[in-house]
Each structure stands twice: as C-alpha cells, then as structure tokens.
C-alpha cells in the first residue's frame, strides 16, 4: 500500500489464509518486519492477537 496502510483496512498483500504474500520479500514494509510475535501479543487464540492488532493500529493512528 503506496501511501500506508489505514487503521482498519485489511492488508492487500494478505492471502485468504491471512498469510503474507511478500514475506521475507525486500518490498516488504519495514515495520511489518519489525514487529516481532510475542505472547501477549498473540495470546492463546487468533481472536485475542487481532484483538490486539486492532488496538495497536487505534493507539498508533495518526
């Protein structure tokens, strides 16, 4: 996404099964490569990790 991605927009490079589509690629955004998975972060279910991804984009919004 040329000019960012906004807060509550899906990612177009997210494949059906939520998987990046340019993982690990030199055009990946920096700060998709950045952010480090961590258990708080994803806790026990995919609920709770975009439960924390949405809060994340609210809090860094800008």
Same mark, same amino acid.
């Given at each position: 996404m040329?000019? !960012?991605?906004?807060?509550?927009?899906r990612?177009?490079q997210?494949d059906?099964?939520?998987?990046c589509?340019?993982?690990g690629s030199?055009e990946?955004?920096?700060?998709?490569?950045?952010?480090?998975?961590?258990?708080? &972060?994803? !806790?026990?279910?995919?609920?709770?990790? &975009?439960?924390?991804?949405?809060?994340?984009?609210?809090?860094?919004? !800008?």
């Amino acid at each position: 996404m040329p000019q !960012g991605k906004p807060a509550g927009v899906r990612c177009i490079q997210l494949d059906p099964a939520n998987l990046c589509r340019i993982f690990g690629s030199p055009e990946r955004p920096a700060v998709c490569a950045s952010l480090q998975p961590a258990a708080d &972060m994803c !806790g026990s279910s995919r609920e709770h990790a &975009m439960h924390y991804l949405s809060t994340l984009e609210q809090l860094t919004a !800008g």
